[in-house]
């Protein structure tokens, strides 16, 4: 199983990202797909999760300004990140829901959102 985030950089508060996550490995179609991040100073922690291309739910943190998304032709999995604030900067990960039980995880990709 490989995954492999990008996308993140340095971004003003109220400005946007889009994060990526290329999957490769697994069966993408059939894999719940997840998001979770690291602030510095903090405990990973959950942040959107995609069972399906239609079906997903967020964090309350999250919820109304982030959104995951799938496309099962690239088996990519994807984050937008609107109106971001100091408090969503840290280290972003994808994994699968098997792969945050086993504890494996992979670089991830670093948000910063300062002015």
């Known amino acids: 199983v490989q995954l492999v985030e990008s996308g993140g950089g340095l971004v003003p508060p109220g400005g946007s990202l889009r994060l990526s996550c290329a999957a490769s490995?697994?069966?993408?179609?059939?894999?719940?797909m997840v998001w979770y991040r690291e602030a510095p100073g903090k405990q990973r922690e959950w942040v959107a999760t995609?069972?399906?291309?239609?079906?997903?739910t967020y964090s309350t943190a999250v919820k109304g300004r982030f959104t995951i998304s799938r496309d099962y032709t690239k088996d990519t999995v994807y984050l937008q990140m609107n109106n971001l604030q100091p408090e969503d900067t840290g280290v972003y990960y994808c994994?699968?829901?098997?792969?945050?039980?086993?504890?494996?995880w992979g670089q991830g990709t670093r948000v910063n959102v300062s002015s």
């Open positions: 490995g697994i069966i993408f179609t059939i894999n719940t």
């Open positions: 994994n699968t829901a098997s792969g945050v039980s086993a504890g494996t």
């Open positions: 995609s069972f399906s291309r239609d079906s997903m």
